[in-house]
């Protein structure tokens, strides 16, 4: 049994649980030509169904193959499930598909807001409810890109669909061709049963509006459908509570005929209705074949996604054109970077996940406005959600300011227009915040932004709302636990800072859940607030306490007696092993003080048994790829003077955990942070501290890459002939300078910079010193400004 996959630049043969890339096989419809400009090599690898597969909510990548533009507001994807927390709109081993979804699910383990569902169909009865309406179809039809889909559907008794897809950032465009007198008709999904938490019984009906208008071609509607009402904080979710999506689907046929349905039941004839279980359907001259539905989509009304649609696109306008357009934007930004000594397995992996980077956080704005869940007002200015910060402060917002610097200072705006409307910046906003994940590493965001030196936001702002993270704690700190996805709470921020972190230096594990992951996430975030209050030139008196408190804070955890970080309750007793983690263990929080590696190093009792530690994590098991508490911990050799083990644990952590099948990604993309690791490790280097402006050199994958950096006229050119067979690195040059140590600067590539690696097959002491020899790295991991005003005191580490 097999099925064949077309992503327009590849094909994917499917055999069993077995992908393989099939360039050569000819089986799966092949992309229109019409549809494949511009030219584009990067565009053509990219494989949207990499991350789509696994079996469990956390057996891949979670990832929705969608079609829209880079950070669009809506993706418009093939709807083969009710999507809900847990679940994704599409599953590539799915046999019908049930109609085209505009979607807002930013992730897997997050919920929907405000979609829209267009459905084709024939015959005389209008199938409106989910279980009634799919249609079969195979995989070999299926045309699968970031601008364009298409897909054969079985409409029984050998008739044909022929849908297509196209989408600017808030208008879908689908085209469908109709087997003419079969009584082809489109309805469009207002409201519809909806999943709250991950629980399939957990079921509640959103209330909506639907109408249509002869004259106009259209069908307009809205639904309040929003998952993640449930986990809104307590003193938003009034407001958050009138949040509604809004449509407008227009048609380029005149309408023959129309009803409403509700909960099954049609209404022929009829042009409006309201409540829950809510769609309409329009049918057209028997004669007619093809059909264009282009689909306007709005958080503020009905009008503003009319205008929406008018704006992007016009009456007349192509699917062609609109693909077109489409994938222009994909191209200008992965066309930015060329591979040279890359297989075509090695292409989809780097540009899909070039793709995968460049989705979140999506644009909220609309014509110049948005609508803010956070007071329920509609305000001028650009606005972005889906911000998954705990994941992505990691290596994503390092990629974003390097590959999107044009978006980072509007994206850094938003969180501010967040914190001005509901008091704090967000956490996990997902159109309003969700309270999910721990740690205020918004802080870290703007603060890596500002070491980079991007500007275009106010500084006094961000000041203003990164230092009440550090300084206030949320109501009723000291009896609220606030679980993970806690209901009923306020903003969760940083619980526990006034029960005995302020004072003591960790939160207290019989106080607040997670206790020894917020511990050292606080520690980061104080660390990032300092170099914020640093570079903007506050008192010495704030830089010194959040200097000092971000350097103690992490070592308050450090139980000597077993050489692991630890958990402790408020009276300062040991709370256990296993106690107070996030998404992660003993093993992978004990390496968690990225900004105080020398330190940590000290602990563990100096260079040789920090590496045996971290020999003893990787060799035993311990080292978690699927989760983001573990990314940083194979640069971590390299700050221990054993920067070939850097070398080969990051190409073992490649080859195991990324491919280019739909289960090619070891765990929940989170968006865009596990490509992003994938990416920074290809170049070779990576933000170990984002907040210190510098990177960490592992082993670059490739012969050579060419980076053509937006705004810059120097490209950053990475040179490492021989990486594909050669992992360990004898010298590494930028520009010409020998580098002493394996860390590279931003501001040495922001850019443009000229950096070549020597490529070994044998591993080889960093910078040509023999075993024995000490070299120079940077104390505490922090900047080499900060390191060059001590007058240039560093650590000596021991080459192991």
Known sequence: MFSALSTCGSILLVVAHLTLVCPQLTLAAKCPASFSLPPSDAVDHVNPLIGN???????????????????????WVTQTHENYVSVTPYNHTATTIHGFQGTHQPAIWMGESGQVVVVPGIGKEVKSQFSDRGL??????????????????????????????????????????????????????????????????????????????????????????????????????????????????????????????????????????????????????????????????SFISVDQARRNLDAEIADGVSLEETARNTRTA???????????????????????????????????????????????????????????IWDTFRAEWAWLILFAPERVPDMITSMLQDYKEGGWLPMWKN???????????????????????????????????????????????????????????????????????????????????????RTLDYAYDDYAVYRLAEALGKSPDIVTALRDRAMSAPFTLY????????????????????????????????????????????????????????????????????????????????????????????REIAQANYNNTPTGLSGNEDCGQMSAWYLFSALGFYPVNPASGEYVVGSPFFDKVTVKLPGQDTPLTITAEGAASAKYIQSLTVDGEAVGAPIIRHEQIAAGADIVFKMWETPQAWGGVEDGDSVCILPRLMSVLEWEREAGECVQVQII
């Open 136 to 297: 079969g179809f195979s995989n070999a039809t299926e045309v699968i890109t970031p601008s364009y889909y298409r897909v054969e559907l079985d409409a029984g008794n050998g008739h044909v669909i022929l849908a297509e897809q196209s989408a600017t950032s808030r208008v879908g465009h689908l085209r469908f061709t109709f087997p003419k007198g079969k009584n082809g008709y489109v309805l469009l999904e207002a409201t519809r049963p909806t999943v709250i938490t991950s629980t399939p019984t957990n079921i509640t009906y959103p209330d909506g509006t639907i109408a249509v208008d002869i004259e106009r071609r259209e069908i307009t509607g809205s639904n309040s459908e929003r998952q993640d009402w449930i986990i809104t904080p307590t003193s938003t979710a009034d407001s958050a509570s009138h949040f509604r999506g809004y449509f407008c689907a227009r048609f380029d046929r005149p309408l023959a005929s129309w009803g409403v349905v509700q909960n099954g039941t049609v209404k022929s004839g009829a042009t409006e209705g309201e409540g829950s279980l809510l769609s309409a359907y329009v049918r057209f001259a028997d004669d007619t074949s093809l059909v264009n539905v282009r689909v306007g989509v």
């Open 431 to 517: 159109v309003a915040e969700t309270n999910i994940m721990v740690g205020t590493h918004a802080d870290s965001l703007v603060a890596e932004a500002v070491v980079k030196g991007v500007e275009g936001f106010d500084l006094s702002l961000a000041w203003e709302a990164v230092y009440k993270d550090a300084t206030t704690p949320p109501e009723n700190d000291g009896n609220t636990t606030y679980s993970d996805r806690e209901e009923n709470v306020d903003y969760e921020v940083r619980a526990g800072l006034s029960s005995v972190y302020a004072e003591k230096g960790w939160v207290a594990d019989d106080v607040h859940s997670e206790s020894a992951s």
């Open 330 to 388: 994909w191209a200008e930004k992965l066309d930015r970077i060329s591979l040279e000594g890359a297989s075509e397995a090695d292409k989809e992996m780097f540009y899909t996940a070039f793709f995968h980077t460049l989705q979140y956080p999506y644009e909220q704005d609309e014509g110049g406005e948005y609508y803010s869940a956070y007071d329920n007002q509609v305000h001028k200015g650009i606005s972005y959600t889906g911000y998954s």
């Open 559 to 650: 139980n000597n007696a077993t050489g692991f970080m630890e958990a402790r309750n408020g009276d300062g007793s040991w709370a256990g092993p296993d106690a107070g983690w996030t998404e992660g263990d003993k093993w992978a929080y004990s390496f968690d003080v990225v900004h105080d590696i020398p330190t940590l190093i000290e602990y563990r009792g100096g260079n040789e048994s920090f590496v045996q530690s971290l020999d003893a994590h990787f060799d035993g098991g311990h080292n978690d790829h699927s989760n983001e508490p573990s990314h940083h911990i194979p640069y971590l050799y390299s700050l221990a003077g054993a920067a070939s083990r850097t070398q080969e644990r990051v």
């Open 53 to 75: 597969g696994g079996d469990t909510p956390n057996g891949s990548g979670g990832m929705i193959p969608s079609t829209a533009p880079p950070f669009a507001m809506t993706r």
